[in-house]
C-alpha cells in the first residue's frame, strides 16, 4: 500500500490535497460562548441574522410612526388621537348613520302606521319584527331572556305564552314598552300594588294557609279540601277584586290569573304562599327616552308576534 504521506510521482494525483488533506492545517475556530453550560452542551454566542435584526430595526420604525399617526398613548381620560384623527368608535358610529339613513324610510312608515294596521303591511312588518328583535336583544333579553321565555325565579315575564299581566293587544303592548311597570322615571308607568297579607297583619296565618290552598286549587293543583274549602270565603273577601272570583286575572289592573299553570313568580305552595305573606312589586323601566318611538313600535311588533299576541 502506498504510503499518502510520501508524495513521489508514483502516487501524486491532481490536486493532491482533495486526496491527502494536509494533517496539520488548521481548522476553523468555534465560535465564543455565552459562558451558559447545560449538562456539558455550550451555547453559541452568534450573531443574529442580518436579515432578522433590519426586520427587527423596521418594526421599531414602524411602531414609531403608528404611535405618531393613530390613537395609541392613553391618557387620564382619552388616548391621543394621532395626527390622521382615526377612531374605530367614529367608524361605528358612521357605519350606523348610514344603516339609520337607508332605513329612515322604514322608520317612518312604522311611525305613520297605526299600529294595528302594521300586521297588514308584510314588507313593514317584516322590518318591524326584525329591527325589533335586534333592539330587543340589546334592551329586554337581560330581564326576559335571548327567546323571551322569562325568568321565573326573578319575576321577569314569559313573554311566549297566551298570558298577558297588562294585556297582549298592539297597543297594551306598545304601552307597557313605552312607559313601563311602577317605575319613578313616568307618571304614565303601568301601576298597582298587591297587599302585604301577611306582613302587614291583614291575614291570620291560619287563614293565609286556607287561601293559598284555595290558590293550589283554582290552578288545578293538589291541595288539601278542607283548608281549600275555608280558603274560598278569605279569596273572595280579600283576593277576587283583582283577581277575579275563579282566578281568571284583571289586566287593567295588572293582576297575573290564578287558575292557570302559569306562574310569574312560581307556583309551589312556598312560592304562593311567600306571594301572599310579602307581596310582590315586580318594576320595568320605560323605555320613552331610550329609544326612538319607531323602535318602540318595532319591539312590540316582534313581542306581539313572539307567540301569544292578542
Given at each position: 500500500m502506498v504510503d499518502p504521506t510520501n508524495k513521489t510521482p508514483d502516487n501524486k494525483v491532481s490536486p493532491p490535497e482533495r486526496q491527502y488533506p494536509d494533517p496539520k492545517a488548521k481548522l476553523k475556530k468555534d465560535p465564543p460562548t455565552t459562558g451558559h453550560s447545560w449538562d456539558g452542551i455550550e451555547e453559541y454566542d452568534n450573531p443574529m441574522p442580518r436579515w432578522w435584526l433590519w426586520t427587527f430595526y423596521?418594526?421599531?420604525?414602524?411602531?414609531?410612526?403608528?404611535?405618531?399617526?393613530?390613537?395609541?398613548?392613553?391618557?387620564?381620560?382619552?388616548?391621543?388621537?394621532?395626527?390622521?384623527?382615526?377612531?374605530?368608535?367614529?367608524?361605528?358610529?358612521?357605519e350606523i348613520a348610514r344603516f339609520?339613513?337607508?332605513?329612515?324610510?322604514?322608520?317612518?312608515?312604522?311611525?305613520e302606521t297605526d299600529l294595528d294596521d302594521i300586521r297588514a303591511d308584510g314588507e313593514l312588518q317584516s322590518?318591524?319584527?326584525?329591527?325589533?328583535?335586534?333592539?330587543?336583544?340589546?334592551?329586554?333579553?337581560?330581564?326576559?331572556g335571548t327567546g323571551g321565555a322569562?325568568?321565573?325565579a326573578s319575576g321577569f315575564p314569559?313573554?311566549?305564552d297566551d298570558e298577558w299581566i297588562w294585556g297582549g293587544t298592539m297597543e297594551d303592548i306598545h304601552e307597557t314598552v313605552r312607559?313601563?311597570?311602577?317605575?319613578?322615571?313616568?307618571?304614565?308607568?303601568?301601576?298597582?300594588?298587591?297587599?302585604?297579607?301577611?306582613?302587614?297583619?291583614?291575614?291570620?296565618?291560619?287563614?293565609?294557609?286556607?287561601?293559598?290552598?284555595?290558590?293550589?286549587?283554582?290552578?288545578?293543583?293538589?291541595?288539601?279540601?278542607?283548608?281549600?274549602?275555608?280558603?274560598?270565603?278569605?279569596y273572595l273577601a280579600n283576593c277576587a277584586s283583582c283577581h277575579g272570583d275563579s282566578g281568571e286575572g284583571d289586566s287593567f289592573v295588572g293582576a297575573p290569573a290564578l287558575n292557570?299553570?302559569?306562574?310569574?313568580y312560581g307556583g309551589t305552595y312556598e312560592d304562593i304562599r311567600y306571594s301572599v305573606v310579602n307581596s310582590r312589586f315586580g318594576i320595568m323601566p320605560g323605555f320613552a327616552g331610550r329609544l326612538r318611538d319607531a323602535e318602540i313600535r318595532a319591539v312590540?311588533?316582534?313581542v306581539h308576534q313572539l307567540g301569544g299576541g292578542q
Open positions: 423596521l418594526t421599531i420604525i414602524w411602531a414609531v410612526i403608528y404611535m405618531i399617526l393613530y390613537p395609541a398613548w392613553p391618557m387620564v381620560t382619552r388616548a391621543t388621537s394621532g395626527i390622521l384623527g382615526y377612531s374605530t368608535r367614529g367608524e361605528v358610529a358612521a339609520d339613513q337607508q332605513n329612515q324610510v322604514w322608520f317612518d312608515r312604522l311611525v322590518f318591524a319584527v326584525n329591527a325589533g328583535a335586534a333592539v330587543f336583544r340589546a334592551q329586554c333579553s337581560q330581564c326576559h322569562g325568568v321565573q314569559n313573554l311566549l312607559y313601563g311597570i311602577r317605575n319613578e322615571d313616568h307618571v304614565d308607568a303601568r301601576w298597582s300594588a298587591m297587599p302585604a297579607f301577611g306582613q302587614d297583619g291583614i291575614l291570620e296565618e291560619d287563614e293565609i294557609d286556607q287561601v293559598v290552598h284555595y290558590v293550589l286549587r283554582l290552578s288545578g293543583q293538589q291541595a288539601d279540601a278542607t283548608l281549600a274549602s275555608a280558603g274560598e270565603e278569605i292557570s299553570a302559569i306562574w310569574l312590540a311588533s316582534y
